[in-house]
């Protein structure tokens, strides 16, 4: 749960102006992502956690982002990893074929591993990671404090002291809250377009 979440539930209190502070100190996100874990029809931590991770993370996340950004631009993308027999198949099938000690998609590796070069097979993960945190140190620093110190609008939302408590252990470089800090910026983008008011 704290890998899938940029702010636990206290962290978002301090974060939160008086009135959200008070709306919202019932609802813990940890919880939905918990719910589904609980939910999940698996037995073991590995495959509830991956049930979990395709309820929320996946569907709640990743394909929706996949979706906009695809046809924003006229693409139709395809996952055929998400086929349903293919998902289903996969959910079935004994964890030493999913993983293997810290050795991940095992299954789909030995699969192919006479048709890929060995190099591909055992490349790590590649991700789609941005530099956010050097950004908002550098060329994107100044901008970001327009957004989140000098707009009243936020003052609805959020502390302008913990705001700025945010920017200047992230300018410090001693922390790292470069996807936090994100976040509130896509926010204040966010508000910014919609006129959101409090």
Not at 125 to 146: H, I, N, Y
């Amino acid at each position: 749960m704290r890998w899938g979440s940029y702010f636990n539930h206290r962290d978002k209190l301090m974060l939160y102006s008086d009135r959200w502070r008070d709306e919202l100190a019932g609802c813990d996100t940890a919880s939905w992502i918990a719910h589904a874990y609980d939910q999940a029809q698996a037995r073991s931590l590995l495959d509830c956690t991956l049930s979990a991770d395709h309820m929320t993370y996946l569907a709640g996340d990743l394909l929706p982002k996949t979706d906009r950004m695809t046809m924003a631009h006229s693409l139709e993308a395809r996952a055929p990893f998400l086929d349903v027999a293919w998902v289903e198949w996969t959910a079935r099938l004994p964890e030493r074929y999913k993983v293997r000690g810290m050795q991940t998609k095992w299954l789909l590796k030995a699969a192919f591993a006479d048709t890929l070069p060995e190099a591909i097979i055992k490349r790590g993960k590649q991700g789609f990671g941005v530099p956010v945190g050097p950004w908002l140190r550098g060329p994107l620093r100044s901008w970001a404090r327009e957004r989140l110190l000098d707009n009243r609008a936020l003052d609805a939302w959020f502390q302008p002291v913990a705001m700025r408590q945010l920017l200047e252990e992230h300018d410090s470089g001693k922390v790292n809250h470069g996807k936090r800090l994100w976040a509130l910026l896509m926010f204040a983008l966010w508000q910014e377009q919609y006129s959101m008011g409090s």
